[in-house]
């Protein structure tokens, strides 16, 4: 099901830059030599942007997409309540990418393309290029396009949070979007814990004013075996 959801995105039509529509990834390979299993099939994920890693027993496929975040990390739910942050260093911060894709129309050679970004080199005030490879990559604006996310990612996933915590992370895999609402950071505390319920009622583990004329979400999660009953009869 994994693979499914890749090749749904790759299909997807996106403009090709010359007033066309191509699929987002295409995948051209002619392997000509022996080489690791493993690093070909990773060399393949990164057609689609994506990563692998081992999970049940087989490796899984997580491709770089929009997604919606899968749970909040906050003080309340972190070890500590500690956030631990590291910012990546100037050379990391790539502003220009010579990528490397196979041109059809020259017997499939190997040919750079120069994709920049030219606001990020006017405000660094020079040049901060790297190289990459476009691999199994035939057309030039699935180049272009790779290119632009090897800049986008550089420019602006420039930090790393670090946090401990337990059962709240159980189910978190590579590639899941996650928010972090850091109180000592913002300055806002926009999350905590409950401290009881019952029918109707919830305690909250400290004095929170809400304002009358606005509605609220309360999300919790669940560690106790339980059934929602929608209204409907059920037996257990």
Same mark, same amino acid.
């Given at each position: 099901?994994?693979?499914?959801?890749?090749?749904?995105?790759?299909?997807?039509?996106?403009?090709?830059?010359?007033?066309?529509?191509?699929?987002?990834?295409?995948?051209?390979?002619?392997?000509?030599?022996?080489?690791?299993?493993?690093?070909?099939?990773?060399?393949?994920?990164?057609?689609?942007?994506?990563?692998?890693?081992?999970?049940?027993?087989?490796?899984?496929?997580?491709?770089?997409?929009?997604?919606?975040?899968?749970?909040?990390?906050?003080?309340?739910?972190?070890?500590?309540?500690?956030?631990?942050?590291?910012?990546?260093?100037?050379?990391?911060?790539?502003?220009?990418?010579i990528v490397t894709w196979n041109d059809p129309e020259l017997n499939f050679e190997p040919v750079p393309l120069i994709v920049e970004d030219r606001n990020a080199i006017v405000k660094d005030g020079r040049? +901060?290029?790297?190289? *990459?490879?476009? !691999? #199994?990559?035939?057309?030039? /604006?699935?180049?272009?396009?790779?290119?632009?996310w090897k800049l986008w990612t550089a420019q602006n996933q420039t930090e790393v949070v670090s946090f401990q915590t337990a059962l709240?992370?159980?189910?978190?895999?590579?590639?899941?979007?996650? +928010?972090?609402?850091? *109180?000592?950071? !913002? #300055?806002?505390?926009?999350? /905590?814990?409950?401290?009881?319920?019952?029918?109707?009622?919830?305690?909250?583990?400290?004095?929170?004013?809400?304002?009358?004329?606005?509605?609220?979400?309360?999300?919790?999660?669940?560690?106790?075996?339980?059934?929602?009953?929608?209204?409907?009869?059920?037996?257990?």
């Amino acid at each position: 099901y994994a693979l499914y959801r890749v090749a749904r995105y790759c299909d997807e039509l996106v403009d090709d830059g010359n007033d066309g529509e191509e699929p987002r990834f295409r995948a051209n390979l002619f392997l000509t030599k022996a080489e690791e299993a493993y690093k070909v099939i990773k060399d393949m994920a990164t057609i689609f942007r994506g990563i692998l890693f081992w999970m049940d027993g087989q490796l899984t496929p997580i491709l770089d997409a929009p997604s919606d975040p899968v749970y909040s990390f906050t003080k309340s739910n972190v070890i500590d309540g500690s956030f631990l942050y590291q910012t990546a260093g100037y050379k990391t911060k790539a502003n220009q990418v010579i990528v490397t894709w196979n041109d059809p129309e020259l017997n499939f050679e190997p040919v750079p393309l120069i994709v920049e970004d030219r606001n990020a080199i006017v405000k660094d005030g020079r040049v +901060n290029k790297i190289v *990459a490879t476009a !691999f #199994g990559c035939t057309s030039e /604006g699935q180049a272009i396009r790779y290119g632009r996310w090897k800049l986008w990612t550089a420019q602006n996933q420039t930090e790393v949070v670090s946090f401990q915590t337990a059962l709240a992370a159980a189910y978190i895999r590579p590639g899941d979007v996650i +928010n972090v609402q850091d *109180a000592d950071r !913002f #300055g806002k505390i926009l999350s /905590g814990r409950t401290n009881s319920s019952t029918n109707n009622t919830i305690t909250l583990d400290r004095n929170v004013t809400l304002a009358g004329s606005a509605s609220y979400t309360l999300n919790t999660l669940v560690t106790e075996p339980a059934a929602y009953n929608i209204g409907k009869s059920v037996t257990i």
